[in-house]
């Protein structure tokens, strides 16, 4: 047997422990929002907005050299004590240094003794299989029980190794400290040894050739997307396991309009949000994650057409019927949380 048993599932794993999630928190989480936290200026200019951001992250692994790391832990620590974190509409997460990484115990140790709980969740990297996410588990509920944490801490897993690619329906399943699953194209990209250095994002060369034609004209040609099936993958075991799939870093800041066609493909395929580099990223990937006031509109006339989701009805020439009321309740969910936030979308939203 490699799973527990459903019965302990839900069991705290050490005396004195929280009991841990059966539903995940409803949280908005459009934007994934990441800090340096040991740069004093980036971390106090993020802050004097962060009231107007999904989740602020504040990174301690990659892009932190190894003299800084300690600073950026301290900078965590501080930025919790925040008052914007008190309010549970902006969230505080931290992307720690991974289990075989020489900060990683430090990280969770500082982090777990933090006063208070204002950071909800710790994001792990470079998942590669359950036994991350068991150790983990194990892991946090003692130190939870030590420092009398009422809530369970929350994890989210990126997937950025042909491993953790491999192993991710085991892996959705490991926890339920599971919030979610980041998409991680820059790791994943050299794990599988792919002939590029972009972060996210296509490329020119991977692309499909049209037909010849008995004319000498040019064949045409189109780029395609060398991420659709990891992530069409992570998203489908995201949602049989009820946790979020999300996309992750868009590398170039300069390049706003794929970033937003990238996050648009991500959103559409179920993605509930993706990472920001940079704060130009952030309003575009809440604009993306955000239902369109015309989608919504559609919604609302079949949810009113179909109260119940029972039956049919017919609505400018198109059938609809429970499986459209489904898809329908999706876009009106989602523009509900959205409008709940950000009282301008309400208003495009009608709510």
Known sequence: MTERSPRAFFAPLAQGAPAPWRDLPARLERVIHFVPPH???????????????????ANLEDAIPAEAKAAARAGAIAMAAHPVFSGGATQLWVRINGPASPWHLDDVLALMAAPGEAITTLMLPKVEGPWDLHYMDQLLAGLEARHGRRTPILLHAILETAQGVANIEAI???SPRLQGVSLGPA?????RAMKTTRVGGGHPAYRVLADPTTEAAPREAAQQDIWHYTLSRMVDACAAAGIKPFYGPFGDIADLAACEQQFRNAFLLGCAGAWSLHPSQIVVAQDVFSPDPAEVAVARRIIEAMPDGVGVAMIDGKMQDDATWKQAKVLLDLARAVAAREPARAARYGL
């Open 39 to 57: 740069l004093e200026r980036p971390r106090e200019k993020t802050l004097e907005t962060a009231s107007q951001i999904d989740v602020i992250c």
């Open 172 to 174: 959705v399943r490991a």
């Open 187 to 191: 790791d994943l990209a050299a794990s």
